[in-house]
């Protein structure tokens, strides 16, 4: 039999969570045909990957790339650091379904300028999708925040019955149609004011499909346990799985309770499915927010409207040129974006090495100078922080990026080297994969990636994209509650 590739003498990490082995790998019709010793096979393509390892493509849990999939299709920066699927939606923020009545809310502006928001039912948003041919898979949540756009008249107050009742109705009829679940990003000024019960009566909706629940918590400050147990509080109700979005302890005053809060998601998976999303970083990156201005820590503008100038320079020095108070620079540049430097590295350190987090690079593609994590949050996990720092093995990190993420949103024959499972795959070199992107030069490709092949398609390879793209939607598939029993890692 001729495959389509043969991929020789691989070190196989699987996604599973174990060590890795030696073995060559089968691709024919997008899917991994044959895993084992092939050597008397012979394929279209033939690849030598002595001294690298194959690895499933890496799933980014937490973006928003909801409109840069249709209008940038290539997705360099996900496809050249080994991401295959991007799950857009996040923090209550979802290109669909909308259908706006001027500018894009705060955070919502996130996803681009209102001429990005054209798809007014979920279905219209997966047909665009699959249009536009994207490279990477994409699989979509609901966001709150979006939902609240379509219905409410002012966005600083909870909505009313009749408008909680037709959100559902959205809700309903965008789950019927493949998506996920629902995201809320509660922080945000225009969703900080929903109450608890407008929340769960949405998420009621999410109970029948066995759809999950993310959150941008109502606090990552120091109410944040309170903001968790409110999350948990959300999906015991809906009976509904719960992510915790980029999971941190924010702010100065905060540093050091990631045991808390770790603590605390410990004891929620005792009796309910719960899991997090964190980025390898530090530093965070979002809207610019009156409240998070602060001069206890550095803080960089990413963009600004009014002053589009000043993206890429700090604050404190734009307030310094213009003789104002820090505030009153921050109110000058409104809208605009931001980089806080605002977290403790060993709070990140043990977020992402615990058993229930995943990764997510929480990335902005439309940022002019965006935080590094867009183009380097998966490479850093692999070189950083597996083979440099020591914080886990290297198929632990290959895992929270492949397995345990298919696992938590359903995502059916994906996240693992498996015969009959589809091929999303990526060849990289243990020694030298690493992140290059950095807060003084974010926009560069990792280093190391020699490979990444989407539904059997070989899309990248030693550093170029060569134009092909096979990716797909990825409609939601049965009950995603399954995937948190299925892949449930010791604590």
Request: with cysteine; glycine share 8%.
């Amino acid at each position: 039999m001729l495959y389509d590739t043969l991929i020789r003498n691989a070190l196989i990490i699987d996604g599973s969570n174990t060590p890795g082995y030696q073995a060559d790998v089968a691709i024919r019709d997008g899917r991994i045909e044959r895993i084992g010793d092939l050597s008397e096979a012979t394929a279209t393509e033939e690849i030598d990957a002595a001294g690298r390892v194959l690895a499933p493509g890496f799933i980014d849990v937490h973006t928003h790339d909801d409109t840069v999939v249709i209008r940038q299709p290539e997705m360099l920066p996900k496809l050249s650091q080994g991401v295959t699927t991007v799950i857009v939606g996040n923090c209550g923020i979802s290109a669909s379904p909308v259908t706006l009545q001027g500018n894009p809310p705060d955070p919502m502006n996130l996803l681009g300028t209102a001429a990005a928001f054209v798809y007014p039912r979920f279905s219209d948003y997966r047909a665009a999708v699959e249009a536009a041919n994207t490279t990477l898979n994409v699989a979509a949540l609901i966001g709150h925040t979006a939902l609240r756009s379509n219905h409410l008249d002012d966005l600083l107050r909870t909505a009313t019955p009749d408008e909680i009742a037709a959100m559902r109705e959205q809700l309903r009829e965008s789950l019927e149609d493949g998506a996920l679940g629902l995201s809320t990003g509660l922080a945000y000024a225009s969703a900080y004011n929903a109450s608890t019960d407008e929340v769960m009566q949405l998420t009621e909706e999410l109970t029948a499909f066995g759809a999950v629940y993310t959150t941008h918590l109502r606090s990552e400050f120091a109410p944040v346990l309170e903001a968790m147990d409110e999350a948990f509080q959300i999906g015991r109700h809906a009976k509904s799985p719960v992510i915790i979005s980029h999971l941190k302890c924010a702010g100065v005053g905060n540093w050091g309770r990631s045991p808390e809060l770790l603590a605390s998601l410990e004891e929620a998976a005792k009796t309910h499915p719960v899991g997090c999303d964190c980025y390898p970083y530090a530093a965070s990156s979002s809207t610019l927010d009156l409240k998070q201005v602060t001069d206890a820590h550095r803080i960089t503008i990413t963009w600004s409207t009014p002053h589009p100038e000043v993206s890429g320079r700090d604050l404190i020095d734009i307030a310094a040129e213009w003789n104002l108070p820090l505030l009153d620079a921050a109110k000058r540049l409104q809208p605009a974006g931001a980089v806080y430097y605002g977290m403790d590295e060993a709070d990140v350190r043990r977020i992402l090495a615990h058993p229930l987090s995943m990764v997510g690079s929480d990335g902005l593609p439309e940022d002019p100078f965006p935080h590094p994590r867009l183009w380097g949050a998966f490479p850093r996990v692999l070189g950083h922080f597996s083979r440099d720092v020591g914080l886990f093995p290297l198929h632990t990190a290959v895992h929270k990026m492949t397995g345990l993420s298919a696992a938590r949103f359903g995502l059916k024959a994906r996240g693992e080297i498996r015969e009959g499972y589809w091929a999303d795959l990526v060849l990289f070199d243990p020694a030298t994969v690493r992140d290059v992107a950095d807060f003084n030069d974010p926009q560069r490709a990792a280093q190391g990636i020699d490979g990444v092949w989407v539904n059997g398609v070989l899309s990248y390879r030693d550093g170029q994209a060569n134009g092909r793209r096979e990716g797909r939607f990825l409609a939601r598939e049965g009950d995603l509650r399954k995937g948190f029993h299925q892949s449930k890692s010791p604590l």
